[in-house]
């Protein structure tokens, strides 16, 4: 059996910042809330028509392949997480195959939300582990902006997310001790709907009698999130799964060379490290930057405390996810 090893990093981000001042013209919200609340200062939003999530992806995976010194035609296999396609299908992998002018690999979609890129990260693991693949596309991308309601009626979400994308290549590793040690998956369907986009699911409601309603003020094409009952389990299970993965490679706390939560709100994040007592160092956060960008959030952050020299060869890198679902997940990299 074989490991994975990340080999290469990239992200793109839009260049339009706007930041919690901007969104207060739109709304009634002020910088003051949303940085209390959530550490964010700004966010990234594509200017409409020039970009979408898989062009953004495309972007930060050529990044990625280049640093990986791979040709685009040694990649075996796509994975592509986000929740927000540019079709409703079919999904981005495919496109991403075709923006890359890849041949006919197979390209797989992730539907995890928050969590899509440890699910992707996952996946791509266990097809090099079986031997089947050698290197493997990850991306997670999103293009949330196109989809908020940025009136006053949506601020309890639409202030928090912003678009971007990263990606990861994975390659074969011979030494076993290297690369990714194990990834720890789980979910919670029991919640599904506290943090959701119904529409446009046909389970929810059909297309004939939304169109035949033609109702403004259906608002299920928006996200829903119960933030308070999300805040409360996200806490939860970032512990318990990054013990679970910490535990199965009988390593400790102490072992954690750099952990990168997924960027889901700054009061959480700093929850986990005070509970895990890691120093500044230990932690990479850049929600300030960049807002929650959902599956996109932790290769874009990996691929920044990589490019800033925070994670060395040897290092214990933790990734770790809770979204929508619920589901949930780590990953253990010994770097
Ligand atoms: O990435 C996936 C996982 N996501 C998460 O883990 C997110 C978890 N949840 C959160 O981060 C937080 O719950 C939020 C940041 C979403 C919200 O913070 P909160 O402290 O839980 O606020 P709240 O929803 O309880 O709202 C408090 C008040 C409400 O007003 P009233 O009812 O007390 O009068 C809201 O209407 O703040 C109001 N509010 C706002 N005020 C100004 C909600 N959004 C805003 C806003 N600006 N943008």
């Not at 540019?86 to 923006?99: A, H, N, S």
Request: aromatic letters at 10%.
């Amino acid at each position: 059996m074989y490991n994975s090893r990340i080999s290469g990093l990239g992200f793109y981000v839009p260049d339009n910042v706007v930041t919690n001042d901007d969104l207060s013209k739109l709304m009634e919200t002020d910088d003051a809330w949303i940085q209390e609340r959530t550490g964010i200062k700004e966010r990234r939003h594509v200017v409409k028509g020039e970009d979408t999530t898989t062009k953004m992806g495309v972007k930060a995976a050529k990044i990625a392949i280049e640093r990986a010194g791979i040709d685009k035609d040694d990649i075996d296999f796509i994975v592509f997480a986000t929740l927000s396609p540019d079709y409703y299908f079919p999904g981005g992998g495919v496109l991403v195959q075709r923006d890359l002018d890849i041949k006919t690999v197979g390209a797989l979609d992730v539907r995890n939300q928050c969590s899509g890129f440890v699910y992707a990260i996952s996946i791509a693991d266990q097809y090099i582990k079986s031997g089947m693949y050698k290197n493997i596309l990850v991306i997670g991308s999103e293009l949330h902006s196109g989809g908020l309601d940025f009136t006053t009626r949506g601020r309890g979400v639409s202030v928090i997310f912003g678009d971007g994308a990263g990606a990861a290549i994975l390659t074969r590793e011979e030494d076993p001790k290297k690369g990714i040690l194990s990834t720890h998956l789980h979910s919670e369907g029991q919640h599904a709907e506290e943090l959701s986009l119904l529409a446009p699911g046909i389970g929810y409601r059909w297309v004939t009698d939304i169109l035949k309603d033609n109702d403004p003020d259906d608002v299920s094409y928006y996200p829903y999130m119960n933030g308070q009952f999300v805040f409360k389990n996200a806490v939860v299970r970032f512990s318990e799964v990054i013990m679970e993965g910490l535990k199965k490679n009988k390593l400790e706390v102490k072992d954690i060379d750099m952990l990168i939560p997924h960027q889901a709100n700054l009061r959480i994040s700093q929850f986990i490290q005070r509970k895990f007592r890691l120093t500044d160092d230990k932690v990479y956060n850049n929600i300030m930057k960049y807002g929650n960008t959902t599956a996109a959030s932790i290769p874009i952050a990996l691929t920044e405390a990589w490019e800033q020299d925070k994670i060395k060869e040897d290092d214990l890198v933790v990734l770790a996810a809770f979204g929508s679902g619920f589901t949930w997940g780590s990953v253990i990299i010994r770097w």
